[in-house]
């Protein structure tokens, strides 16, 4: 096992899709050497991750004990707590006021669930994505007050709610805020506003601005058990088994794309655990429903089982994945989960749809630092996805916006690259009088607009910036952790790099390069995925995939232009268990001429 220090991994300076391939820092090439794949690779993987020698094995084993915070660190928790205690003394009416998102849908079961087991049957409420949208409304907060709630508590908005929560407080409501979103310097009249995100945040805390909303409501949950002790609550009264809720936690964090780093990798990490327990009856329907058969892991939560919670609230209706997350009948439960699948096949056949027509516009915008897409009739619901799409299909932060001609107003979301903070734009712009409402944060944010500010909320785009998305292009590269010959490509090798996972956001999953190969076959599947059968000279084959990559100038090189050719396969390895024995396959990102 051989560590390279040339810049250019296997020389590539330019591959197929027009990238430089890097190690990530200090990585291996394997080569022919199998007997390589042992725990230097694990320790290197972390190391290559921020990690230092020292605490390698802290790292290694993300556990809460090492990573959790004091939560009344945090400004406004422990106001927080004792007003939610208070609720519980007095009796009073709660009410959890969630988003129609994965990261709203499993705050509000974590602090539905957590007061049921404090003896306390709190209400929810969802708002309609499409007659309702993002956020606390006053109209709603005030409705809740005259149905009897006289505490609220909203998860994953309202932090920047000024209108909505005043008119709360001069209904004589109480409400807390449980964000994680960008905040302004001014904050709205609140009981208490408990988000790592505030600008008046102390270090510690705001060095958790990572946290999804979910992580920060666990965190809540852990002040308030603390409070309620401390009151004597539990006194013939057992404690809520708080780790417990910790599969609503990894599940919320993977699907909001937090990033997977400190904290939020011990929470994905033992939050994996509660989820092989199947002990939620929700989730092991919705497992069941995704056809998980194995113990889950990080890529399941936002490739599987995220994407049938959000169909609820993209499509459908919107409270079904708090329903399905809190129900105690399996029988209800099946019934939820199945209801979700078929929702998100029908969301992906709408996403389709609108892609379709997002693309059409690209031409007459490759100009443009951000793609600003529009089109009237795009469903609000599948916007956030397509602009995702429409990202890594041009490399640029993109912009899909739903125009509704009943009012002249948009509803748009939008997703960024590494270094381009779309969601401070999205203030900017909103501060600056071009949108309606908006926010978010550095990788993904939502807006509304009229109509006819389209053209100039583009151009303040552009011009704010065109200089950090053409440096982030620049310095985009193929980061790779180890290269290995085909015949290294095996499940051990799998398992060796899972081993210093979870991945995700923050915290990227291994890319291994392979080769030298020929092509011994390569052709489209699905609608638009290239699968190609690759051999390498020590006689071993082995099978990658590129998903939504027919059309890029790596499928079509590979399909008509391999002959004679060699060549060196980039991506990450997964276990393929679809035949009678678990094989290694590649998913394929990227692909250089080895000769």
Same mark, same amino acid.
């Given at each position: ?51 230092? =020698? ?16 004091? /939560? ?23 009410? #959890?006021?969630?988003? *129609? ?11 539905? =669930?957590?007061? !049921? ?6 209400? *929810? *409420?969802? /708002?309609?994505?499409?007659?309702? +949208?993002?956020? /606390? ?14 505490? #609220? ?17 001069? &209904? ?11 905040? &302004? ?40 058990? !603390?409070?309620? !002790? ?6 013939? $009264?057992? =404690? ?37 327990? $199947?002990? @939620? ?20 939560? +936002? ?19 708090? $329903?399905?997350? %809190? %129900? ?18 029908? @969301?992906?056949? #709408? ?37 995702? !799409? ?38 900017? &712009? ?17 807006? %509304? ?23 982030? $292009? ?20 799998? %398992? ?16 291994? &390069?392979? +080769?030298?190969? @020929?092509?011994?076959?390569?052709? #489209? ?71």
């Amino acid at each position: 096992m051989a560590t390279h220090s040339l810049s250019h991994v296997l020389g590539v300076s330019q591959s197929l899709a027009g990238r430089a391939w890097h190690w990530r820092g200090g990585n291996m090439d394997l080569g022919e050497d199998a007997a390589g794949l042992n725990r230097d690779i694990t320790s290197q993987l972390l190391m290559t991750r921020g990690v230092t =020698e020292e605490d390698v094995a802290k790292h290694a084993q993300p556990t809460m004990r090492e990573f959790l915070p004091n /939560p009344s660190e945090f400004r406004d928790m422990d106001r927080a707590a004792e007003r939610i205690a208070s609720a519980i003394f007095a009796s009073e009416q709660i009410t #959890i006021y969630g988003d *129609y998102d994965v990261d709203g849908a499993t705050s509000a079961a974590l602090l539905v =669930e957590l007061l !049921r087991a404090l003896g306390v049957e709190a209400g *929810y *409420y969802i /708002p309609d994505r499409l007659l309702e +949208g993002y956020g /606390p409304t006053g109209e709603a907060l005030v409705q809740l007050a005259e149905d009897g709630s006289s505490l #609220i508590v909203t998860v994953d908005c309202g932090a920047m709610a000024y209108e909505a929560l005043a008119m709360a407080k001069e &209904a004589g409501v109480d409400v807390i805020v449980v964000d994680h979103h960008k905040c &302004a310097a001014e904050l709205p009249p609140t009981a208490a506003l408990v988000n790592p995100n505030r600008l008046d945040e102390n270090d510690l805390a705001a060095s958790h601005g990572h946290l999804a909303a979910v992580g920060v409501a666990f965190l809540l949950a852990i002040a308030l058990v !603390r409070n309620l !002790r401390g009151k004597g609550y539990f006194e013939g $009264r057992d =404690e809520p088994d708080l780790m417990a809720l910790l599969d609503l936690v990894a599940l919320g964090t993977v699907a909001d794309v937090a990033a997977l780093h400190g904290l939020n990798r011990a929470f994905v990490a033992q939050g994996l655990k509660v989820l092989a327990r $199947r002990d @939620r009856i929700g989730m092991a329907a919705l497992m069941d429903a995704s056809r998980l058969k194995r113990a889950p892991i990080a890529s399941d939560l +936002g490739f599987a089982l995220g994407p049938r919670i959000n169909a609820g609230g993209r499509i459908g209706e919107s409270t079904l994945g708090v $329903r399905l997350l %809190t %129900t105690r009948d399996p029988e209800e439960a099946r019934d939820i989960a199945e209801q979700l699948s078929a929702l998100n096949e029908e @969301r992906r056949a #709408i996403e389709a749809e609108v892609q379709s027509a997002a693309e059409a516009q690209l031409g007459g915008q490759h100009n443009m630092a951000v793609q600003v897409l529009s089109g009237s009739g795009w469903h609000p619901g599948v916007i956030g996805i397509v602009a995702g !799409r429409i990202k890594e299909k041009t490399g640029k932060p993109s912009i899909v916006i739903a125009l509704d001609e009943s009012d002249g107003t948009g509803k748009g979301s939008g997703r960024s690259i590494s270094g381009v903070d779309i969601g401070a734009a999205i203030i900017a &712009a909103r501060e600056s009088g071009l949108l309606v409402a908006g926010g978010g944060h550095a990788m993904a944010a939502g807006l %509304t607009i009229e109509a006819g500010k389209l053209s100039a909320f583009t151009e303040f785009l552009d011009e704010r910036l065109a200089r950090d998305v053409e440096r982030a $292009r620049t310095e985009q590269v193929m980061k790779l952790d180890l290269s290995l010959a085909p015949g290294g490509l095996t499940p051990d090798l799998v %398992t060796t790099l899972e081993a210093a996972g979870p991945y995700g956001v923050g915290w990227p999953a291994p890319r291994v &390069a392979v +080769g030298p190969v @020929r092509i011994v076959k390569a052709d #489209i599947v699905g609608k638009d995925h290239l699968r190609v059968i690759a051999a390498g000279s020590d006689g071993r084959s082995f099978k990658a995939i590129a998903f939504r990559a027919a059309e890029t100038e790596m499928a079509q090189t590979l399909m008509h232009r391999s002959k004679g050719r060699s060549f060196h396969l980039a991506g990450r390895v997964k276990i393929d268990d679809w035949g009678p024995r678990p094989a290694a396959e590649l998913h394929l990102e990227d692909a250089a001429f080895a000769d």
